[in-house]
């Protein structure tokens, strides 16, 4: 599969001096969507589902400090991530080799039974990849982000590669939005709202500041938290003990706050450290700048039965969903 999606083709995945689209390319759905900004919520949305897994949040918790080093650990997963999506062939790799090693140095020790466990164990990696890729497809169409169904399986699929760098069997991690709800059907009676875990709740509720930005952070960031707690499914909001709005006032909400962030220019929003969008359209041309747009027009292109032109995966614009 990831060789499918490396390959060349129209939309600027040739243009730029090496021409290389890395492993998804400016076909696929993750390029288009990882470039939204309501990822940052998504993002949030991600550390509350991941910290209800009993030993993935020990993992955090036993071999770093979250509450000093929350804000970096957020900032290095958003980095990953935009390596793995808009970097070379060869920086994706290296990320991955980077993280492989990183985890085969850490363990943590079972709160209940006192045994020993590494955290690179795929239990675990699978448990933090599917609620990230389940965080990221759920807020992003919740928000109205354009996502036929079909979409969103083939997104599901083409972050097979991302399992596959932090160290999983691509064999067995889900390939459409099935396949993953049916794995959190599975772990459900495997999660709980640990200390560990309303630690990390604590710290995304509030987390410490100057004391001069404390109303700052009580009126954006109160706001920014709130929402990504109030799209998790109701069971987590029953495993944490904190009621959320009601599902239409938090889509409602959800909806408004992509609207305003959508409205802030894409080349001000890609020009921020570390610019993995910029270098990524320098290096394959103007073309390759992701937009929902692109996603709007290859639906309504598959839609009308035109698909000329068309690869067999096309890494899921044009409709893929499978492997």
């Not at 709005?245 to 802030?264: D, E, K, Q, S, Y």
Request: glycine share 10%.
């Amino acid at each position: 599969m990831a060789a499918a999606i490396r390959r060349g083709g129209p939309d600027g995945e040739r243009g730029g001096p090496d021409g290389d689209p890395g492993l998804y390319g400016p076909r696929s759905v993750t390029w288009q969507m990882h470039g939204d900004p309501v990822m940052w919520i998504a993002g949030v949305r991600a550390l509350y589902l991941q910290a209800l897994h009993p030993l993935a949040v020990r993992g955090v918790t036993q071999n770093s400090d979250f509450r000093k080093d929350a804000w970096g650990r957020l900032l290095r997963t958003a980095r990953f991530v935009a390596t793995i999506t808009y970097g070379t062939t060869e920086a994706a790799e290296r990320a991955g080799a980077k993280v492989r090693g990183i985890h085969r140095r850490l363990s943590l020790t079972d709160p209940v039974t006192g045994a020993r466990h590494g955290v690179d164990e795929p239990e675990l990696l699978l448990w933090v990849h599917c609620a990230e890729i389940d965080s990221y497809l759920h807020v992003m169409r919740r928000s109205g982000y354009p996502l036929t169904d079909a979409q969103a399986d083939a997104y599901v699929a083409e972050n097979v590669v991302s399992a596959r760098l932090v160290g999983l069997d691509p064999a067995g991690v889900p390939a459409d939005t099935a396949a993953l709800a049916a794995y959190f059907a599975a772990v459900r009676p495997e999660l709980a709202a640990t200390p560990d875990a309303r630690q990390v709740d604590a710290f995304l509720r509030r987390p410490p500041v100057h004391a001069l930005l404390v109303p700052a952070r009580e009126a954006i960031w109160g706001r920014f938290a709130s929402l990504a707690y109030g799209t998790l499914p109701p069971y987590a909001h029953a495993l944490y003990g904190r009621p959320a709005p009601p599902p239409r006032v938090v889509t409602r909400r959800l909806r408004a706050m992509g609207g305003a962030l959508r409205c802030i220019p894409p080349a001000a929003r890609w020009q921020l450290p570390p610019k993995h969008i910029m270098r990524a359209v320098e290096r394959l041309g103007p073309g390759s700048r992701p937009s929902p747009y692109k996603l709007r027009r290859n639906a309504a292109i598959l839609d009308s039965g035109d698909a000329t032109g068309v690869r067999p995966f096309a890494a899921g614009l044009h409709g893929g969903g499978g492997s």
